[in-house]
């Protein structure tokens, strides 16, 4: 592959990436440095300890944080230091987020928390004009996580696992190139959350869905394409899956 088609294929990339925070007169270095690219269809998990500065990555890859310094690119854009509207844009549209809590709200049924991100996309008016749509994919999609005997069940009513497959739903319903997992599946037993990561890794393969993945377990993250090693904010080690696996 020649090197305009590498870059042509790379959906994301992080360059030097530093992010400092400072508590009073002390200064906390979580990210170091980091880099890294993404390709278009890739799975791939960021792996490390607690403490090791993946979320922040993470926070900084969906446009919720910025960097101190370094540069993240998103489909050919320097997204670094792009306006709040257009960040807000873009995370609403391009990227979708699974976190480890589920972040369901729990007065909507499953169908309601689906659709949320379209219904925060549009305007009132909008929103009477996509409904019917959003609503039809967001059913389709829920069938594919396997809960559409589930659509008008509250939060309350489900298992942790059926909950993080309404939170995949959600995050895929705009049909986002980018899926950003945040440990999605720290809080649940190994059984359960092989079961996401296995969910995840059926969606990479049937419709070619970006994702990236953190985690701080090293087996559950072994299915993916790609894992990066971070430790103490630096990529300090790449594995990637031999051809053919």
Known sequence: MSNNQKEKSCILSVQGITRIYRLGKVELNVLRGVDFSVQKGEFVAIYGHSGSGKSTLLHIMGLLDKPNSGQITLNSEDVTRISRGRRNR????????????YQLLPELNVLENTCLPAMVGASMPGWFGIKKETRNRAVEILEEVGLANRLMHRPKQLSGGERQRVAIARALLNKPGILLADEPTGNLDFKTGKKIIDMLQKYNRTHGQTIVMITHDRELAEPVDRIFTLQDGRIIQQDSKPAGK
């Open 90 to 101: 873009l995370r609403n549209k391009d990227i979708g987020f699974i976190f480890q809590f």
